[in-house]
């Protein structure tokens, strides 16, 4: 079964770092374009971060130089490390996988919950 | 940035009502476009891909059509399922942007 489960989410302090895993199965994370969405709580979806099968990543301006995605191919595994965490960061975090340039987004995982604050 | 914009941005509708939300794109994007259902609690769903694409297993009185600029999402015949939040996503460039989405209530 293709499925994607984030872990990693929790309560942390400004300024405080935490790493997002999202562990694939059913397909190869590499070979796919694998993104990272929040939701704040009671609004709508941003798109945080994307990771190419090559390997390039590009990234939202809200969390740009404080935000690093990466995956681990032994793993299967996503992740999004986030570091100087501000209030504004709270949501639940998504990871979803795009196959193909426009075939977008098919995927989802079931998400995990990020809480800044003090 | 390319920015989204979904008009209505909530609605009331009734079981069998025919239903369209219209997004629109600041600047073109050719078909590089998503629709996504979203209920309270519950992970987004891919409904329709590059802006026309019905999703495997999504009921066919779900479509959409468009490009370039104008897309909309049609439900045919609104089911007590439906009943949800509705966004549309731009894929063409970076930063990748969501639009704020459409609530769809029960009349």
């Known amino acids: 079964e293709v499925q994607l489960v984030e872990t990693g989410g929790g309560l942390i302090q400004p300024g405080g770092s935490l790493r997002l895993s999202c562990a694939a199965s059913g397909f190869t994370v590499s070979s796919n374009y694998m993104s990272w969405v929040r939701q704040a709580p009671g609004k709508g979806l941003e798109w945080v971060s994307v990771?190419?099968?090559?390997?390039?990543?590009y990234y939202a301006d809200s969390v740009k130089g404080r935000f690093t995605i990466s995956r681990d191919n032994s793993k299967n595994t996503l992740y999004l490390q986030m570091n100087s965490l501000r209030a504004e960061d709270t949501a639940v975090y998504y990871c979803?996988?795009?196959?193909?340039?426009?075939?977008?987004?098919?995927?989802w995982g079931q998400g995990t919950m990020v809480t800044v604050s003090s | 940035d390319i920015q989204m914009t979904q008009s209505p941005s909530a609605m009331s509708a009734s079981v069998g009502d025919r239903v369209t939300i219209t997004c629109r794109a600041s600047?073109?994007?050719?078909?590089?476009l998503a629709w996504f259902q979203q209920k309270p609690g519950k992970v987004p769903k891919r409904l329709i891909y590059?802006?026309?694409s019905l999703q495997s297993g999504v009921p066919s009185r779900f479509s959409g059509s468009g490009s370039g600029t104008e897309f909309t999402l049609t439900i045919s015949s609104l089911q007590p399922e439906d009943f949800a939040t509705y966004y549309c996503?731009?894929?063409?460039?970076?930063?990748?942007?969501f639009g704020p989405g459409t609530k769809v209530d029960i009349k």
């Open positions: 979803a996988r795009t196959p193909r340039w426009n075939d977008a987004f098919d995927i």
């Open positions: 990771i190419y099968s090559g390997g390039s990543t």
């Open positions: 600047q073109g994007i050719s078909n590089y």
């Open positions: 996503l731009q894929h063409n460039s970076y930063p990748f942007t």
């Open positions: 590059a802006a026309s």
